[in-house]
């Protein structure tokens, strides 16, 4: 069984590199050797051996080095908008001919400069679609690059290559098999793998001036240090290659030296080497040409509206901040507030409860902690399926400032207006079934009342539960994101909700508009709008709180913004008639509608895709470095 073993032979470690030139590809795979043993099995030696085939490691064969006069012009990372129109135009004015290994990022979004230069006789090369270091992402990213580039260029130029160059030189003339991958897939695909022994770090800015580019290209030829040229005509900045490329031109002419495309050094036409797209493939094409346009008028899209995001959410947040602080000193500095001690009307807390037999107790509790002296609690069971009526009952049926209602279910807005047609107050607070106030809420919040124009007054809701990441970003959204808002707004009259959890109303204002609500799902909203509408001022009390329970799971998160969302545009919708309207609808329709379409509709609806755009982005790049 160790004679068997020794038949076969392996191949070796060496590459085996044929031909002369830098136009290189794979045209050999590893073969191992076999031989014919005769053994002696009596003395325990082989007498004989027979060789009938040699081991072979990979066999790279190289083109273009055959005629020492001929050099090719070649250009990396473009094209640009800017330089690679430059560098044809001087290319057009000496009519000379040069390859282009273009990148598909930019050549998604300059595909006039890749038809301009294939109808002046260049070559277009693949170097891939963005430009990674191929050495650490795998082979099948590697693939995929190259091939996304190719029906690029076949949508945009009805062309597809067989030139390559990697990104960055890397393993461009491998040493060894353990570099050979990125060569042998390039060439197991159909490619030519283009080097360059001639490099005169025109990238390298500031540093390399163009009379340096020039005398380093025309010494190399001389030198006979190569036929390929590597100069850029993209990825950064390229003047000193543009100012660089008369000079190179006519030092290799004036040197006796042929300026060619990389087709040539080959030996064939550019139609050899570019193949045109046959009929038969029209409609692929087609296709990736409709799959091109619609990514990149999508990524586009993407980019100016992020645009105009950051541009108009700096500007909303600046004039937020501005007018807050101008309210912030008009209530405590300049104008401070000064209300009656004596003012204390009668005062209803109504509390729409559906299925809250786990925090309806502590949230009234809470009022009955109150430092206000005049209000009664009515509690208004919607119809629940579980025990808050009893436990409500059971505690508070003897109680004096407890009144407990129970109906049919019929919504949040529902509610309220029973518990509305139960009472003779003058002013009402509401609040959620799990929103908890302090002792001083009811009274910060109904000191306002004393200035007759005041409609409804926004307390200052705060998150109760920060229990975890998704309800602590929610406090942090509310203080930031809500309670600023209404800080500002209060002084254009543009508040555009009075929070359910926690604000206090005029009685006759509430009526005057309809009570709340069923039509939409924003019944504070839709009843803060028709309250101003009706020539009421609604203001903001940061000092009254109320601290709600926020969702706590990512279900419920979603389905509450979205009954928030869809709530404001029923809002928005149905009193459309002041949107734009300073005569009838004010600031409220002059700048709290505008505000709320923008960021409140448009840009929360385009924002998960700017977040998937992100997530992709972020996923390849980690792939790119797997």
């Known amino acids: 069984a160790l004679v068997d073993t020794l038949k076969t032979m392996p191949y070796g470690y060496d590459l085996d590199y044929e031909g002369k030139g830098e136009i290189l590809k794979v045209t050999g795979s590893p073969q191992k050797g076999n031989a014919d043993l005769t053994y002696d099995a009596v003395r325990n030696v082989i007498t004989q051996e027979n060789i009938k085939t040699y081991p072979e490691g990979y066999i790279i064969t190289r083109w273009g080095g055959q005629d020492s006069k001929k050099i090719a ?3 990396d990372d473009g094209p640009d908008p800017n330089y690679t129109p430059r560098v044809l135009s001087v290319l057009e004015q000496y009519n000379v001919p040069a390859t282009f290994f273009a990148v598909g990022l930019s050549a998604s979004q300059n595909p006039a400069l890749l038809k301009r230069a294939v109808a002046n006789g260049s070559d277009i090369g693949n170097h891939t679609f963005t430009h990674p270091d191929i050495t650490r992402i795998r082979i099948a990213q590697f693939r995929v690059e190259l091939n996304a580039l190719q029906r690029l260029f076949e949508s945009q130029i009805g062309r597809y290559t067989l030139l390559f160059r990697p990104p960055y030189a890397e393993d461009v003339e ?38 340096t580019i020039v005398q380093r290209v025309v010494d190399g030829a001389k030198n006979g240090d190569g036929n390929i040229v590597l100069l850029h005509d993209g990825g950064g900045n390229r003047d000193q290659t543009v100012a660089a490329l008369p000079g190179i031109i006519t030092g290799l002419q004036s040197a ?9 050094l080959l030996g064939v036409n550019q139609d050899t080497m570019m193949p045109p797209v046959t009929p038969a493939g029209r409609f692929i094409i087609a296709v990736n040409a409709i799959t091109f346009g619609v990514t990149e008028g999508f990524g586009g899209f993407m980019k100016f509206f992020f645009f105009i995001g950051i541009v108009f959410g700096l500007a909303r947040l600046s004039f937020i901040i501005v007018l807050a602080l101008i ?10 507030r000064r209300f009656h001690p004596d003012f204390c009307p009668a005062v ?4 729409p409860a559906y299925n809250e037999e786990r925090v309806i107790i502590q949230t009234i509790e809470s009022i009955l902690k109150s430092d206000y002296s005049q209000f009664d609690i009515i509690v208004v069971d919607d119809g629940s399926t579980d025990k808050t009526w009893n436990v409500v009952r059971e505690k508070y049926a003897e109680h004096p400032t407890v009144r407990i209602f129970t109906k049919k279910n019929g919504g949040k807005s529902s509610a309220l207006n029973y518990g509305i047609a139960q009472t003779d107050a003058p002013f009402l607070v509401t609040l959620d079934a799990d929103t908890q106030f302090q002792p001083d809420t009811i009274s910060k919040l109904v000191r306002h009342f004393t200035d007759p124009r005041i409609g409804a007054v926004a307390g200052n809701s705060k998150v109760g539960n920060r229990t975890n990441i998704l309800t602590k970003w ?47 799902l924003a019944e504070d909203a839709d009843l803060t ?4 509408r009706h020539g009421y ?36 919708f149905k009193h459309r008639k002041v949107f734009l309207n300073v005569r009838h609808g004010g600031s409220l329709g002059f700048i709290a509608m505008p505000n709320i379409l923008l960021f409140q509709i448009i840009f929360p609806l385009v924002s998960p895709f700017i977040d998937l755009a992100l997530v992709l982005s972020l996923l390849w790049a980690e792939i790119q470095h797997l």
């Open 537 to 572: 001022r609604v203001v903001y009390e940061d000092d009254a709180y109320g601290f709600t329970e926020a969702p706590d799971t990512v279900g419920a998160f979603v389905r509450q913004r979205f009954r928030w969302m869809y709530g404001t545009m029923q809002t928005v």
């Open 73 to 75: 012009l070649t250009f």
């Open 174 to 211: 491998p040493e060894t098999p353990s570099q050979i991958s990125t060569i042998l897939t390039a060439s197991q695909l159909g490619y030519y793998t283009v080097a360059m022994h001639i490099d005169p770090s025109d990238w390298d800015q500031p540093g390399t001036s163009a009379d």
């Open 474 to 520: 929610q406090a942090l959204e509310y203080i930031v994101g809500q309670n600023l808002d209404r800080r500002a707004f209060e002084l254009l009259n543009a508040i555009t909700v009075v929070p359910g959890s926690v604000g206090a109303w005029r009685r006759d204002a509430v009526l005057q508009v309809g009570g709340f609500s069923s039509r939409t």
């Open 529 to 532: 709008f028709g309250i101003i």
């Open 348 to 351: 209803s807390v109504i509390i």
């Open 327 to 336: 309210q912030k000193a008009k209530n405590f500095f300049v104008f401070k």
């Open 256 to 264: 006796g030296f042929q300026l060619v495309s990389v087709s040539s």
